[in-house]
C-alpha cells in the first residue's frame, strides 16, 4: 500500500517499485484507485481502463473505479448478473448506492484484496500486488472500511469479507504500507498524522517512508554565503548566483524537513532525488527505481 | 496595481478555487488583506483545516463566526489598515445544523435528523458536504452582513469541479424520492416509485440489505424520510446561492500551480464557469519558478563565468561549474514552466497574475502582503 498526501509521488513511487519487482522477475500487478489513470501512462503503456493489462512483461495494471468493483462484487454474491442488473443497474438505485457511506470504499478494497489472494492453478496468480491508494484522508477511510463493518455488521456474507479483507490487511507476512512525502512542511505534517493513524486506528504494518523530490545539497554553507554577495553581480554571474542561492535555500530547507520526518517517524526511510525533467515519464519512473534500488528502505520487505 | 487585484477590487465577492494544495488559502487571505489595507471592511471566510492561516493572522482560533485581527497584529507586520480584516473559519457541521434548524417545520423534526447516526456523519461521510456549506454559509454571509468584500475559499478537493457539483449532487440525495420509496414503502410513492414498484422495491431493500446490513439503510431511511417535505426549501436555496454567484458582483479567482494537471483543472473548471455564466475575476499562477535569464541570449557556460567568479573571490572547487549547471535546470523548469501556463493564458481571457514560488512558505500578515503585491 503507498499513501500519502496529494501530489507528492505516491504513483511514481507505486511505478517505480513495480517495476523493481518486475525486475526481480516477479510478476507484479499495480491498483490504482484513480478518477484519472496515472500508472500505465507512467509506465509508458496506453491506459488500462478498468481490466487487467500487461503494461510491459510481467508486470500488469489496473485501474479499480468504484462503479466496476460494485458491479463485480455484486454480482459475485448474487450469483446472477441478471439479477444485478435488474437491482444495481438501475439508475436510481446506482444513484443512492453512490452515497451510502462506505460502501464504495468496500467494493474498491474488495476488488484490490480480492486480486491480492487470488490463485491460478493452485498458485498465487500475482508475486506482488501494489496499490497506489488514494490521497492520505481518503486512503484511511478506505483502509478503515473492513475493521468499521467487523464493528458493525452482524454475521452474514459482508461480515465474512470483512473478516477476511481485514486478516490480510493486518498480516505483517503480506501486507506492509509505505508513506510518500516530500521535504516540505505540510507534506511532512500530514505523513506524520498519517503515519499516527495507520498506528493507531488502522494496525496495518507500517514498512517504509519515501522522502520524494530532494534537492541535491549542492553548495557548502560558506559558498552560500558567498551567493549572496554575488547576487548583485552583472549577467551572467549575477543571474547565475541568484539560482544557485535559490536552490541553495531549497535545499537547507528540505533538509531540515527530512530532518523532522525522520525524528517522528521511526520508519526505514529512503530518499529520492528531485530530477529535473520537463516530461515525466517512463524515463523518469525507471530513474526513480534505481534510486530505490540503491538504496532501499532498510528492513523492509 | 495588477491585473488580479484590480478587478478583485470591484468585486463584493471573490471565491478562490483550484486543485488541492496550489495555494487557494493563501491568495484568499492575501487578497482580502490587500483590500483592508486600502480601507474596506472585509472578511475572509477559510475551510483550512491545518488552521495555519488563523496563526497568520494572529488570531489564536477560527470559528464559526467572524473575528477581527488586532491592529497590533498589523503594526508587528509593519502595516497599517485602513480598513477592517475579519476571517472566521468554517464549521461544516455546524452550517448543517443552522441550515436544518431552518428549514424544519418543527422542534421534533429538528431533533430527529440532528440525532440520526448518518446524519451525524454526513459532514464526514458525504462527499461534497464541506462544498456545499461553503456556499451556504457564502449565502448568509452576503445577504446578512454588510462587508465590502467576502473572500471565500475553497475546500482542499483533488478535482476543482466537485466544488461546483456537490450541491446539486446532495440535493439530489436528499430529493431521492426513489431512495425513499425503497427504504421506506409507506411514504409517498409517485411516479419513480411506481417504476420501481415494478422491479419489486421489497426485494431490491432486501438485496441491499446484504451489502450494506440492515442497520445501516434503516439509518438512511430514517434519514430520508426526516428530510421528507423540507427539500423544497432546500432546493429555493440553492437556487438562490446559485443566482447570487451569476451576478457581475462575483468574482471567481482561478488559482493554478504551474505544473499540466493542475493547469488542466483550472482550464476546465473556467470552461464550466463560462458555461454557467459565473463571473471570472482572474487567474492565478502561483509558485512559480521566476525567469533568471529573459531573452534568447545562450546560457552562459562554466568558462563564461570563471572570470568574474575570479575577479570576485576564486573559482574552486568547480563553482563555476556547478553555477552553470545549477542555472541552467532552474531556466529548464522556468520555461517548461512558462509554456505550460502560455497555453493557459491564451486560451483562457481574463486578466492574470503570476506570483513566484517565495522563499519561504507564506505564513504572515508580512508574507501575505508580499504576496498581494504579485496579484
Ligand atoms: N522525484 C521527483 N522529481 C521531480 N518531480 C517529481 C518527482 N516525483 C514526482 N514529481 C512530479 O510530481 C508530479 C506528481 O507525481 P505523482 O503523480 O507520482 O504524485 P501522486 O502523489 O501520485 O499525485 P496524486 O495525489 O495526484 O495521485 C509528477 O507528475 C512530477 O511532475
Ligand atoms: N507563492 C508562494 N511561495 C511559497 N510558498 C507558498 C506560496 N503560495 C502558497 N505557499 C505555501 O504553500 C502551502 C499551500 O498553500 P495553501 O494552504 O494556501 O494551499 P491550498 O490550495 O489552500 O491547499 P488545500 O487545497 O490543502 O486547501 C502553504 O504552506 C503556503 O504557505
Ligand atoms: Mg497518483
Ligand atoms: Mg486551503
Known amino acids: ?301 | 496595481m495588477t491585473a488580479v487585484r484590480e478587478t478583485a477590487a470591484s468585486r463584493r465577492i471573490v471565491v478562490c478555487v483550484g486543485s488541492g494544495g496550489v495555494g487557494k488559502t493563501t491568495v484568499a487571505a492575501a487578497i482580502a488583506l490587500d483590500r483592508a489595507l486600502s480601507g474596506g471592511r472585509v472578511l475572509v471566510c477559510t475551510i483550512d483545516p491545518a488552521r495555519r492561516l488563523a496563526n497568520a493572522l494572529g488570531l489564536s482560533s477560527l470559528g464559526n463566526v467572524e473575528s477581527r485581527v488586532p491592529d497590533h497584529k498589523f503594526a508587528e507586520a509593519g502595516l497599517r489598515a485602513k480598513g477592517e480584516l475579519h476571517a472566521m473559519m468554517l464549521d461544516v457541521k455546524r452550517t448543517w445544523d443552522d441550515l436544518v434548524a431552518r428549514h424544519a417545520p418543527d422542534p421534533a423534526r429538528r431533533e430527529r435528523i440532528l440525532k440520526n447516526r448518518l446524519y451525524q456523519q454526513m459532514s464526514s461521510a458525504l462527499a461534497g458536504s464541506q462544498e456545499y456549506m461553503a456556499m451556504e454559509k457564502l449565502y448568509e454571509l452576503a445577504t446578512d452582513r454588510d462587508y465590502d468584500l467576502i473572500v471565500l475559499d475553497t475546500p482542499p478537493t483533488a478535482h476543482a469541479l466537485d466544488f461546483l457539483d456537490a450541491p446539486d449532487r446532495i440535493l439530489d440525495f436528499l430529493g431521492n424520492d426513489a431512495a425513499r420509496v425503497l427504504l421506506a414503502p409507506a411514504i409517498g410513492a409517485g411516479k419513480l416509485g411506481l417504476r420501481l414498484a415494478q422491479i419489486g422495491g421489497g426485494y431490491v431493500a432486501k438485496t441491499l440489505a446484504r451489502f450494506t446490513g440492515q442497520a445501516a439503510l434503516s439509518d438512511l431511511g430514517d434519514f430520508l424520510q426526516g428530510f421528507q417535505g423540507m427539500y423544497e426549501g432546500f432546493k429555493d436555496r440553492a437556487g438562490a446561492v446559485r443566482a447570487l454567484l451569476s451576478r457581475p458582483e462575483v468574482g471567481f479567482v482561478l488559482v493554478t500551480s504551474p505544473s499540466p494537471i493542475s493547469i488542466d483543472e483550472a482550464m476546465a473548471f473556467h470552461e464550466r464557469l463560462h458555461a454557467e455564466s459565473m463571473p471570472v475575476a482572474g487567474l492565478v499562477a502561483n509558485r512559480v519558478t521566476p525567469d533568471l535569464w529573459p531573452g534568447a541570449a545562450p546560457l552562459p557556460s562554466p568558462e563564461d563565468l570563471a572570470p568574474p567568479l575570479d575577479a570576485r573571490g576564486g573559482n574552486d572547487p568547480g563553482l563555476a561549474r556547478r553555477l552553470a549547471e545549477t542555472l541552467a535546470e532552474h531556466q529548464a523548469l522556468a520555461s517548461a514552466e512558462r509554456r505550460a501556463l502560455e497555453r493557459l493564458f491564451e486560451s483562457v481571457s481574463a486578466p492574470y497574475a503570476v506570483v513566484p514560488r517565495l522563499e519561504s512558505d507564506v505564513h504572515d500578515l508580512r508574507g501575505l502582503a508580499r504576496l498581494a503585491e504579485r496579484l
Open chain 1, 1 to 301: 500500500m503507498v499513501t500519502g498526501k496529494g501530489g507528492v509521488g505516491k504513483s511514481t513511487v507505486s511505478a517505480a517499485l513495480a517495476v523493481l519487482a518486475a525486475r526481480a522477475g516477479k510478476r507484479v500487478l499495480v491498483c490504482e484507485v484513480n478518477a484519472r489513470e496515472r500508472i500505465a501512462p507512467l509506465l509508458g503503456a496506453p491506459p488500462a481502463g478498468s481490466s487487467v493489462r500487461e503494461a510491459r512483461p510481467g508486470l500488469f495494471t489496473l485501474n479499480v473505479t468504484p462503479h466496476e468493483a460494485m458491479r463485480e462484487y455484486g454480482i459475485m454474491v448474487l450469483k446472477f448478473r441478471t439479477i444485478y442488473d435488474a437491482v444495481f443497474e438501475n439508475r436510481l438505485v446506482r444513484h443512492f448506492l453512490r452515497v451510502i457511506p462506505s460502501l464504495a470504499e468496500l467494493v474498491t478494497l474488495g476488488k484490490i484484496l480480492f486480486e491480492a489472494k487470488s490463485e491460478e492453478r493452485g498458485r498465487p496468480r500475482w508475486d506482488v500486488v501494489i496499490v497506489d491508494a488514494p490521497a492520505t484522508g481518503h486512503a484511511v477511510q478506505l483502509l478503515r472500511v473492513p475493521s468499521a463493518l467487523l464493528d458493525t455488521v452482524p454475521a452474514g456474507p459482508l461480515r465474512g469479507d470483512a473478516e477476511w479483507m481485514q486478516a490480510l490487511l493486518l498480516d505483517p507476512v503480506r501486507t506492509a504500507l509505505a508513506i510518500v512525502t516530500l521535504p516540505e512542511e505540510m507534506p511532512v505534517n500530514e505523513a506524520i498524522e498519517l503515519d499516527a493513524q495507520v498506528r493507531n486506528e488502522l494496525g496495518i504494518p507500517r514498512a517504509a517512508l519515501f522522502v520524494n523530490a530532494m534537492p541535491e545539497v549542492r553548495f557548502t554553507h560558506e559558498e552560500e554565503t558567498r551567493l549572496e554577495s554575488l547576487v548583485g553581480a552583472p549577467p551572467p554571474l549575477g543571474p547565475a548566483a541568484t539560482a544557485a542561492r535559490l536552490q541553495a535555500l531549497r535545499a537547507e530547507q528540505a533538509q531540515r524537513y527530512l530532518a523532522r520526518a525522520r525524528a517522528a517517524l521511526d520508519l526505514p526511510t529512503t530518499v529520492l532525488p528531485l530530477l529535473p525533467v520537463a516530461e515525466w515519464g517512463a524515463e523518469a519512473v525507471e530513474r526513480i527505481a534505481d534510486a530505490i534500488a540503491a538504496a532501499p528502505p532498510q528492513g523492509a520487505p
